[in-house]
């Protein structure tokens, strides 16, 4: 290792550590309630004033000394000097920092008991016809990890070995109750045109073996007859017609160019997932409106690869972070959003690629992404900047409803 590379990867291991550190105890759950809730009587469906130092809307400028103001679940108002409804429970946080749930734009979460197994269908290469939904374990402990650092909404997707595998579902975290919140059940189709969809003992076992698959599936899907029912072509006709999106996952140059290019063939409606290298075809990307989730910056090691999220979104490409989680060590979102914030991505872009970017890219920003009347309260609460590493997770609001509060020492 290189004198560079080492001080690199011990400033890593210090942002982890920081992170660590922050995190603290924790209570959670339905049948923890945090001692806000038990003080007040707050009930599902009730009404909750939050009033902050600081409220991050992000489709506005940040707010200070402002109330949040919910209502049955949903944000009734936003901003400085309004009005306190009659009966309503008030959450004084006068030193405290508020932002929009985090969105994990794509991560295997809570994937029955061996994650490494559920996410992968080794035996077909072909499975659109699966939905990833149905391995869900929202009792899992990492998912309970994720709702501690802030994540309220996910983005759950099959793995990586299947140039063709299921259906992707986005589900809001449960916090503890036995059943999560369906977003979207069917939320589009994972493809993957990396090298690890090729295997020794099943085709394809070359890159242009697996793009002659991908491009005969599509074909046949095209050319489907709904009076013989097939329950793949089915699928796979809805994405060729558009009424489905893809998430392709690629990450190498190469790849990425092979994905563009199969967008273009069949016009699809498609998001880029992983893009590691995607900077240096910043400009087709932009050119075809083509967003971006963006793979964990903790797992980069070289100061070439920590700026390139700030080069694609500086050539007008929509960006949104993902975790991979459980599959990297750290469940924690933020962290990737502020490392690339320190390596030239604007702090702005930075706390949307967390939120309302993830929620456009995935279809849902009429719900979730920011902070604004009509919709869903889903919060987070801090101890200061959400881009500072010192700055904790003291709160996790879903639905109106405290799931998580970090025990105070």
């Known amino acids: 290792m290189s004198g560079s590379d080492a001080v690199t990867s011990t400033r890593f291991l210090l942002t982890i550590l920081s992170l660590s550190l922050c995190a603290g105890p924790a209570t959670a759950g339905a049948d923890q309630q945090p001692s806000f ?55 004084e946080m006068p030193d405290k920092h508020i932002m929009p749930g985090l969105i994990d734009g794509h991560c295997h979460l809570g994937l029955s008991l061996d994650v490494f197994a ?12 699966m939905q990833i939904l149905d391995a869900f374990n929202p009792l899992a402990g990492d998912v309970t990890k994720a709702l501690r650092s802030g994540v309220t909404t996910v983005l759950l997707a099959p793995g990586y070995k299947n140039p063709i595998a299921g259906q992707m579902a986005i589900v809001k975290l449960p916090g503890g109750k036995k059943d999560a919140g369906i977003v979207q059940r069917s939320a589009g189709v994972k493809f993957s045109l990396g090298n690890e969809a090729l295997m020794s003992d099943r085709r394809p076992t070359s890159r242009p073996g697996l793009m002659a698959q991908v491009r005969e599936e599509l074909n046949k899907a095209g050319q489907y007859q709904e009076s013989k029912f097939d329950a793949r072509a089915e699928i796979l006709r809805r994405v060729v017609q558009g009424q489905l999106p893809v998430h392709i996952y690629c990450n190498a140059v190469d790849e990425i160019l092979a994905a563009i290019k199969l967008i273009d063939e069949y016009k699809l409606k498609a998001v880029i997932v992983g893009a590691r290298e995607a900077d240096e075809l910043a400009e087709m990307l932009a050119e075809r409106n083509i967003a971006l989730i963006y793979m964990p ?22 960006v949104a972070f993902a975790s991979y ?85």
């Open 325 to 409: 989680a459980p599959r990297t060590n750290l469940s924690d979102l933020r962290t990737s959003a502020i490392i690339a914030a320190k390596y030239g991505l604007t702090p702005e872009l930075a706390l949307k690629g967390l939120t309302i970017n993830a929620a456009e890219i995935l279809g849902v920003a009429q719900r979730l992404g920011s902070i604004e009347p009509g919709k869903d309260a889903d919060l987070v609460i801090l101890s200061g900047d959400p881009l500072e590493l010192t700055s904790g997770v003291e709160m996790v609001i879903i639905d109106g409803n405290i799931v998580y509060q970090r025990e105070q020492k």
């Open 118 to 129: 559920e996410i992968e269908e080794t035996v077909s290469a072909v499975t659109p016809d």
């Open 297 to 318: 910056t903790i797992l980069a090691s070289k100061d070439k690869d920590l700026k390139r999220v700030g080069k694609i979104a500086a050539a007008g490409v929509k």
């Open 37 to 91: 809730a038990r003080q007040s009587g707050l009930r599902e469906g009730g009404s909750l004033v939050i009033k902050a130092g600081v409220i991050w809307p992000i489709t506005g400028s940040p707010i200070t000394n402002g109330l949040v103001i919910i209502e049955n679940g949903k944000i009734t108002a936003v901003g400085a000097n309004l009005p306190v409804p009659e009966g309503a429970r008030i959450l």
